[in-house]
C-alpha cells in the first residue's frame, strides 16, 4: 500500500512539474486531482472539526459558538433569493470586527512601538570615549533612523512628491528596494529548501537512488 | 505450626524482595548524597535530622496584578540566606497557593537567585494565601504565609493610555476629514503610479478580445488585504462593465467568494448594465494553497487573460502565479502589504502597490468621502510619527552625545510614551 501511495505521488509530482514544459494532459489530470482532493479535504475536516467536533460531540457548550453558527446561517440566507440581503449582515460583522481589532494592534506594532525602536542617538558617549563610537553602531543606528523616516515620508499621501520632499520620497522608496533585495534572495533560499524537499522525495522515497 | 510456615514464607519474601530493595533505595541515597539529577520531585519532601539545610525566603508579599481580569497575582520575597551566587545550599524555590482554605497546589518551581513570580491560574471569586519553600537536595523549607487576598478585576488598563490617545488623535482625524470630505471639500491624494494604468489595462484586455483576471489572494475576509483588494475590485468591475470585457475570479475562500460576486454585481449595477452580471465571474476552487495556485495556473494559460490583478494578501504562490502571468504576456498589476512578497512582484509585474499604497488605492480609486477621510487621517498619524523619529532623534544625540539633561529627559518621556505594548 505504501509503494502504491509512492507511485501515485510521483506521479503527481512529475505531473505538477511538467507544467515547466507546458500545459498538457498530464499536467491537466494532476491539477485536477489537486484541486478536487484537497477541496473535499477540506470540506471534511471543517465539517467534522466545527460542526460535529464542536455541536454534536461538544454539545455547543461554549455561547460564543452559537453566535457563530448564527451568522452562518444568516450566510446560507443568500440561497433564498427574497431575503438574500440578509447575508451581508454576517459579513458587515466579520469586517467590521476585524478592522477594529486591527487597528489597536497595527497602531501599537507597526507605528508606536516602531517610533520607540527608532529614537536612537546618531552618537553618544556610550558608544567609547567621547566620540570614538564604533562605526557598525552609527551606521545601524542612522540607517534605522533614516530608513524608517524616509519611507514614512514616501508612504504619506497628502502630498505630491516634488521638490525636497520628492527628494527624501525618493531616499525612502531606495531603502524600501535595498529591504526588498535582501528579502528576495532570502526567499529564494527557502523556495529552494521546497523544491530539494520533492527532488528529495523523487531521488529518495521513489527512485531509491538516494541512500 | 502455622506461625512456622508463616516464618518460612516470610524469609523466603524477604529474599526475593532484597534486589528490589536494594534498586529503590539507590535513588534516595543518591539524592540524600546531593547527586540527584532533578531535585524537584512531585512529593513534598519533609525535613529530617540529615537533610541539607536551608533558611526560609523572608518578607514574602502579594500584590494584585495591575490592569488583569484577576488571573494574576505578584508574589516577591527575599532569597534565602543560603541562596549565595555560588556555594549556597538551596537548589531552587516551590511557589504553593491555598485557594479558599483548600490544601496547599503546587504552583511553580523556580530556580535558585528567583524573587519574584506571578502567580497567573487565580480567579477574581477566590481568596488566595501563598508560601514559598527554599528547596534543598533532599528537603524543603516553608516561608512564613502571606495574608488571604482577592484578586482585583479592572476594567481599564491605564497603562495604554498613549495608545488610547494616539487612536484618539488618528480616529478623530478620520471622523473630520470624512465630514470634510462629505461638505464638498476635495481633499487632495497624490498619484499613485500604479492605479493610473488601471484603465488602459482593462481598455487592453477589451481591445484584444480576452478576459481580465482578477486574483484577491489566498486569505479569508478577517485580513484587510482583501478588503483592500475588493474595493479595488468595485472600481475595477465599474470599467469593465462600461468596456463590457470578460472578468473572472477564482477564490480560495467561500466568504471571499460571496464578498467578490456581490461587489462585482454592484459594480454592474451601478454601471446600468446588471443584466452582464453572472455569478460565474466568481468561482471557488479550494482553500489548499497550491491547489489553488495549480488551478489558477491552468486558467492563465488556457484563458490567456491580457491583464491579471493580484491585489491581496499572498504567500509563497505569489512568485508562482506573477511568473505564469508574465509566461502569458499579460499586462499585471499586483499589490500586497506582505513584505517578503512584494520582491517577487517587483521583479514579475508591471506595476506594484507597495504596503499602504495598496489600501491608499481602494480610497484613491472611489473617490468616496469615508475612504479618502480615512487615508487622509492616517497621513495625520504618520506626521506624528514623523515628527517624533525627528525630535527624538535629535534630543538622544544631543542628550548621549553631550549629555544634556533635559534632552535625556524629553528622550525618556517619548520612549515612555512609545513603549505602549
Known amino acids: ?211 | 505450626m502455622i506461625i512456622q510456615k508463616r516464618n518460612k514464607i516470610t524469609k523466603v519474601h524477604w529474599l526475593l524482595l532484597l534486589p528490589l530493595l536494594i534498586c529503590v533505595s539507590t535513588p534516595l541515597v543518591a539524592a540524600q548524597s546531593g547527586t540527584s539529577a532533578n531535585p524537584f520531585d512531585t512529593t513534598l519532601i519533609v525535613p529530617d535530622t540529615a537533610a541539607v539545610a536551608a533558611e526560609p525566603v523572608t518578607d514574602l508579599t502579594v500584590a494584585d496584578h495591575r490592569y488583569d481580569h484577576g488571573e494574576k497575582l505578584d508574589l516577591t520575597w527575599v532569597p534565602s540566606a543560603d541562596d549565595p551566587p555560588v556555594g549556597g545550599t538551596v537548589v531552587g524555590y516551590r511557589v504553593y497557593r491555598i485557594a479558599d482554605g483548600s490544601e496547599p497546589v503546587l504552583v511553580a518551581e523556580l530556580p535558585p537567585g528567583t524573587n519574584h513570580h506571578t502567580d497567573e491560574g487565580t480567579s477574581a471569586d477566590s481568596s488566595y494565601v501563598y508560601f514559598v519553600t527554599s528547596v534543598t537536595t533532599s528537603a524543603e523549607y516553608e516561608s512564613a504565609r502571606t495574608e488571604a487576598i482577592v484578586p482585583n478585576v479592572e476594567w481599564l488598563n491605564f497603562d495604554k493610555k498613549y495608545l488610547f490617545l494616539l487612536a484618539l488623535i488618528v480616529g478623530g482625524s478620520v471622523v473630520i476629514f470624512i465630514e470634510t470630505a462629505r461638505r464638498g471639500k476635495k481633499l487632495f491624494v497624490r498619484k499613485i503610479a500604479g492605479l493610473e494604468a488601471v484603465d488602459d489595462a482593462v481598455g487592453r484586455a477589451t481591445e484584444m478580445g480576452r478576459p481580465i483576471l482578477f486574483i484577491p489572494g489566498i486569505l479569508d475576509m478577517d485580513d484587510v488585504q482583501t478588503l483592500a483588494g475588493l474595493t479595488i475590485l468595485g472600481r475595477i468591475s465599474r470599467v469593465i462593465a462600461d468596456y463590457d470585457t470578460r472578468i473572472f475570479m477564482p477564490v480560495s475562500r467561500s466568504l471571499v467568494m460571496t464578498a467578490g460576486r456581490e461587489t462585482i454585481k454592484a459594480a454592474y449595477q451601478t454601471a446600468g448594465r446588471p443584466d452582464k452580471y453572472s455569478d460565474d465571474m466568481v468561482t471557488y476552487v479550494t482553500d489548499e494553497q497550491f491547489g489553488y495556485v495549480a488551478a489558477v495556473d491552468g486558467i492563465m494559460v488556457r484563458e490567456k487573460p491580457a491583464t491579471v490583478f493580484l491585489l491581496g494578501a499572498f504567500f509563497a504562490e505569489s512568485l508562482i502565479l506573477a511568473e505564469t502571468g508574465n509566461y502569458i504576456g499579460a499586462i499585471q498589476i499586483a499589490g500586497t502589504a506582505r513584505p517578503a512578497q512584494l520582491p517577487f512582484f517587483i521583479a514579475a509585474c508591471d506595476f506594484t502597490l507597495i504596503g499602504e499604497e495598496l489600501f491608499a488605492a481602494s480610497a484613491y480609486l472611489s473617490n468616496e468621502p469615508k475612504a479618502l477621510g480615512s487615508l487622509k487621517g492616517q497621513d495625520v498619524g504618520k506626521a506624528i510619527a514623523m515628527a517624533v523619529i525627528i525630535l527624538g532623534v535629535v534630543a538622544v544625540t544631543i542628550g548621549e552625545a553631550w549629555q544634556v539633561g533635559i534632552m535625556n529627559d524629553l528622550t525618556d518621556i517619548l520612549r515612555a510614551i512609545f513603549s505602549t505594548m
Open chain 1, 1 to 211: 500500500m505504501d509503494h502504491l501511495a509512492v507511485w501515485v505521488a510521483a506521479f503527481l509530482t512529475l505531473g505538477i512539474i511538467s507544467f515547466l514544459y507546458k500545459d498538457n494532459p498530464w499536467y491537466k489530470l494532476s491539477e485536477a486531482i489537486f484541486v478536487g482532493i484537497s477541496a473535499g479535504y477540506w470540506f471534511v475536516t471543517l465539517f467534522w472539526d466545527n460542526i460535529y467536533g464542536k455541536f454534536w460531540v461538544g454539545k455547543g457548550e461554549d455561547p460564543m459558538l452559537w453566535v457563530g453558527a448564527a451568522l452562518g446561517v444568516l450566510m446560507l440566507l443568500r440561497l433564498i433569493p427574497k431575503i438574500g440581503w440578509i447575508s451581508r449582515w454576517p459579513l458587515a460583522f466579520i469586517v467590521g470586527c476585524t478592522a477594529g481589532l486591527y487597528l489597536i494592534n497595527y497602531l501599537s506594532s507597526n507605528m508606536m512601538r516602531q517610533v520607540q525602536g527608532t529614537i536612537l542617538p546618531f552618537f553618544s558617549s556610550q558608544f567609547g570615549s567621547g566620540f570614538d563610537a564604533t562605526a557598525y553602531t552609527i551606521v545601524g543606528n542612522i540607517v534605522v533612523a533614516v530608513g524608517t523616516f524616509t519611507g514614512l515620508v514616501y508612504f504619506f499621501f497628502s502630498k505630491e512628491h516634488k521638490g525636497a520632499f520628492g527628494g527624501t520620497a525618493r531616499v525612502g522608496i531606495f531603502f524600501i528596494m535595498l529591504t526588498f533585495g535582501a528579502s528576495f534572495g532570502y526567499t529564494v533560499m527557502s523556495r529552494m529548501s521546497l523544491l530539494i524537499g520533492r527532488v528529495d522525495f523523487l531521488f529518495f522515497d521513489w527512485l531509491g537512488m538516494i541512500k
